[in-house]
């Protein structure tokens, strides 16, 4: 069964598509990063502000008490754009995150 770093260099979901392997792959991964109770919380923070910078989100979350510093928040979020459930934005010195169509699952779980 391949790993991670069978696909490390995919960048779309057409390239995960492309065998059962894939596709079985990223599946596990979108499985994992939307049931992960800190990256659910991420998914529901970011579909409603459609839109948030890195530093109000990490504030957010740590005055949640889900996580405590900002290295915990690079992890998860890496994981949530690994997955295609949102994505990364750089505007000027600021990095900002949106949700994807595949994120939105978060309006249907409970």
């Avoid at 530093?55 to 994981?79: S, T």
């Amino acid at each position: 069964m391949p790993d991670e770093f069978d696909y490390k260099n995919y960048k779309s979901m057409e390239d995960y598509s492309q065998t059962l392997e894939g596709t079985k792959y990223l599946h596990g991964l979108y499985l994992k990063a939307v049931n992960h109770p800190v990256r659910r919380q991420i998914l529901e923070i970011v579909n409603k502000t459609k839109k948030i910078s890195k530093n109000v989100l990490l504030k957010e979350l740590i005055e949640k008490n889900l996580i405590k510093e900002e290295n915990q928040l690079i992890y998860n979020i890496d994981y949530l754009i690994k997955a295609f459930c949102i994505n990364s934005i750089e505007e000027g010195n600021e990095t900002f995150y949106e949700i994807t169509q595949s994120g939105k699952v978060i309006e249907y779980l409970e």
